[in-house]
């Protein structure tokens, strides 16, 4: 590619950050096995089975 | 409708006015009119028949060596020197895949290079005139020859001799054929006696150009064709204005008769074949293989009606046992058709072809599983890699581009060698149940299109028929259905690409919910890019598409009248996002072809608002490295600030500037095309890349996901910009929330999920569940 003024502007920090954060979620959703968006509500059901067989 | 023949008649009437040049009286050749086939022909000894085959004649070179004798590079580059210091410019070959047309996938012949379609009709678009290009071409329709016959080959060079726009340019009949005669005289030393040139006609298959043909022959063999493009058929000969010039030389023919050797291959594949031979520890009988040679034109598939009694013929006529009939004569047959294979693959490979189960690439399988097949029948200790890189040195004086790109080719080839091996495994029940057994060529048809099992993984050949049927229905589907909506042609005044969002332009019909206006701009649906939205008058504009030069605006509960004058105005917010969109489809094709290797070309795309789609030709899944580094390349791309430059130029000078890459979206249907620059990465285009003046302003490139969506094509899903903020955004609130449920910070997520699954885990077990 050519080469222009290279200038990693505040936009691409924020990028750069969010990528990061969604790695993360990519990451954390892998261990349980499912979709990045369904990890909250699949780390709920998780704590409760694990709190309720406890109890057992 | 009339026939070739007919046409061939009423030329046949002024034999000299059509096929006579200067030089035939001055040399000495007389005509004289063939008893068999009614032809004309010259010739300067007195001989009984014109020289075709078809006519009785028999190869009257092989081992009779009469001209110089000269190796196949050597015959190029003399033909070259000869043409350049005879006016001509000689042009780099074109790519093998004919990228720049949309009835054909393959270059058949050198004339292909310099025709164009312009709104459905052929022209002709050239670099230089007049020219010699050594033209590499591929066929596929003679496969079961290849190997056999000495002299058929799925690749070969068609050097092109093209003079164009007579009489204002170029040149005509008396021109081409004086520098074929000294050509071959002067150069290939051949005596002028032994040349003998042949009448035909030559035409388009529609007869919309057509001409005398001078067919060179020499000993037997054409050597060389000329057409002269001199008229078009409109219920009767009507003379075209721009007359052309298509000589098209065979370089493996006059390498053949330069060498007398036994086979065309001999002469043409160098020191491939002795490469071949020691590796695979093959001792040749000549003097059998010489006797085998003499009678080899009787197992040209395209004549015989029993094969296998041709074959047993021979057998018989040699004397020799069907043992060794396979081991002296079919294994050489199999050696020299794996190397015009190979040969073939490297060509396509290298020009961005990759083998696959349809279009362009269903011909590169067939070719590849029939080596490996022939490999493997044999037991040859031979690698197609290894033979790729031979003919990559051997050529590379011609075509060095084979050797630049040799890691390519032997990448692809390994890839396809290994999938070829995973469906025979895959396969081995329904081979083990099929083997044998005397199935019909559909049934073979369609086994090899549903499993890729060929005939011969079930003990059984491969017939002409089957590659026939194959061949038709692959070449069939080659051009795409396009939508069609039955509207009188009006043409609109498109000003698109002009940074205007809001105009009145005047109703000029309404069918049913479409409007055409007598200008516009609305972009409609076209390279890939989704159309703009927006609304006329209070009417909402939800679909815009182009038929022809008209565009038609679909809008809900039309209300509009014909002749009104009405109130547009274009969604700006979406034509931004979708430039956005489409400029990183660019970026990121450039970005998975330096990433992934030379065979990445664009197969298809959609640049919506939401994401944007850029399908791409490679053997495999991404891996999350790949992925990764395409990305991080994409984003070096729009951080470097590039410009974005969009210029208009015609296709011959955005061909001979930027090559064929540029048709990424495939062939072009008018002479002047849209070029759209972003660094490196230069494609004919119609988007509205001019939006935006630098990569800058299409924001940071995310890509969502990838998928193989069909065999040789893989889906890379992407977003940029705000969209690409806007959906790490809500990833980053996702994340929040799980942070917030596990009660720990966002960093130690995943450390904490880990710990509750395997806790969770734990408790499950002592439970006993």
Known sequence: MEKGKKEVGKMSSEFEELKRKYKILKEAAKVFRVEDKDLPRVIDRFKKELEEMRKS | ?769
């Open chain 2, 1 to 769: 409708m009339v026939s070739k023949k007919e046409i061939l008649q009423i030329l046949q009437k002024e034999p000299e006015k059509y096929w006579e040049v200067d030089l035939f009286e001055r040399e000495g050749f007389k005509r004289k009119v063939c008893p068999v086939c009614g032809k004309g022909f010259w010739s300067i000894e007195e001989i009984e028949h014109c020289p075709d085959p078809e006519c009785g004649e028999e190869y009257g070179f092989i081992g009779n060596q009469i001209a110089k004798k000269m190796s196949y590079i050597e015959v190029w580059k003399k033909m070259e020197d000869f043409f350049i210091k005879n006016g001509h410019a000689s042009i780099p070959r074109y790519p093998v895949l004919a990228r720049w047309r949309d009835d054909i996938y393959y270059n058949i012949a050198s004339i292909v290079d310099f025709q164009r379609f312009d709104n459905g009709v052929m022209v002709f678009e050239y670099p230089a005139n007049p020219l010699i290009v050594p033209q590499v071409c591929l066929r596929f329709n003679d496969i079961l020859n290849v190997g056999v016959t000495g002299r058929h080959f799925t690749a070969f060079v068609m050097p092109g001799q093209h003079a164009f726009n007579y009489p204002k340019e170029g040149y005509w009949k008396n021109e081409t054929i004086e520098l074929n005669f000294r050509f071959l005289t002067e150069v290939l030393k051949i005596p002028k006696e032994k040349l003998v040139y042949v009448e035909d006609l030559w035409t388009m298959p529609d007869f919309s150009a057509l001409g005398p043909y001078i067919e060179t022959f020499s000993l037997g063999l054409e050597l060389s064709n000329s057409g002269f493009m001199y008229f078009t058929w409109k219920d009767g000969l009507k003379e075209l204005p721009m007359k052309v010039v298509d000589v098209g030389w065979g370089l493996e023919r006059l390498a053949w008769f330069s060498n007398a050797t036994l086979t065309a291959y001999d002469a043409v594949f160098g020191d491939v074949i002795d490469k071949f031979l020691k590796k695979a520890g093959i001792n040749v009988d000549n003097e059998l293989f010489e006797e085998y040679s003499r009678l080899s034109g009787k197992l040209n598939i395209e004549d015989v009606v029993d094969f296998k009694a041709a074959r047993r013929e021979i057998i018989e006529k040699l004397k020799i046992g069907e043992k060794e009939f396979v081991e002296k004569i079919e294994k050489i047959q199999a050696m020299y058709a794996i190397l015009d294979h190979t040969r073939a693959l490297a060509f396509a490979i290298s020009d961005g072809g990759l083998p696959s189960n349809s279009g362009a690439g269903y011909f590169l399988r067939v070719i590849l599983r029939r080596a490996l097949n022939l490999i493997e029948k044999f037991g040859f200790n031979v690698d197609l890699g290894e033979i790729a890189v031979w003919h990559a040195d051997y050529l590379r004086p011609i075509f060095p581009e084979l050797k630049q790109n040799e890691n390519e080719i032997v990448t692809v080839i390994n890839a396809e060698k290994k999938k070829f091996g995973e469906s025979k495994n895959r396969n081995k029940r329904i081979i083990e149940v099929n083997y044998g057994k005397p199935l019909s060529t559909e049934e073979l048809v369609k086994l090899y299109e549903t499993y890729g099992i060929s005939p011969e993984e079930l003990g059984l050949e491969s017939t002409k028929e089957f590659y026939d049927i194959l061949n038709k229905k692959h070449v069939a589907s080659i051009r795409e259905k396009k939508e069609s909506i039955e509207i009188e042609p009006i043409e609109t005044t498109t000003l698109y690409y002009e940074p205007v969002f809001e105009f009145e332009a005047k109703v000029l019909k309404v069918k049913e919910n479409y409007v055409i206006l007598d200008k516009t701009h609305f972009f409609p649906r076209q390279g890939g890019q989704e159309c703009d939205r927006g609304f006329i008058n209070n009417c909402e504009v939800e679909e815009v598409i182009k038929i022809g030069k008209t565009v038609l605006h679909k809008v809900k509960n039309c209300n509009l009248k014909e002749g009104e004058i009405v109130k547009c105005k274009v969604d700006k917010e979406r034509r931004m996002i979708l430039s956005k969109h489409h400029s990183a489809t660019h970026i990121v094709n450039y970005a998975a072809r330096k990433i992934i290797g030379n065979w990445v070309w664009q197969a298809g795309s959609n640049v919506d608002v939401d994401k944007a789609r850029l399908d791409i030709t490679h053997f495999e899944n991404l891996s999350e490295d790949e992925i990764e580094k395409i990305e991080n390349l994409a984003n070096e791309i729009v951080e470097n600030d590039l410009p974005i430059e969009v210029n208009v130029m015609s296709r011959v000078e955005a061909e001979k500037k930027y090559g064929f890459r540029i048709y990424q979206g495939g062939a072009i249907p008018e002479r002047n095309v849209r070029i759209v620059k972003i660094g490196e990465e230069v494609e004919a285009c119609s988007g509205t890349h001019n939006m935006l003046k630098s990569t800058k302003e299409i924001g940071n490139i995310l890509i969502l996901g990838t998928k193989r969506i069909q065999d040789g094509v893989v889906r890379i899903e992407f977003c940029s910009g705000d969209v690409a903020l806007n959906y790490l955004r809500e990833k980053e609130k996702i994340l929040r929330e799980a942070a917030e449920k596990l009660g720990v910070r966002e960093d130690e997520v995943i450390e904490v999920s880990k710990k509750l699954f395997e806790e969770w885990k734990k408790e499950r077990k002592r439970l006993g569940k």
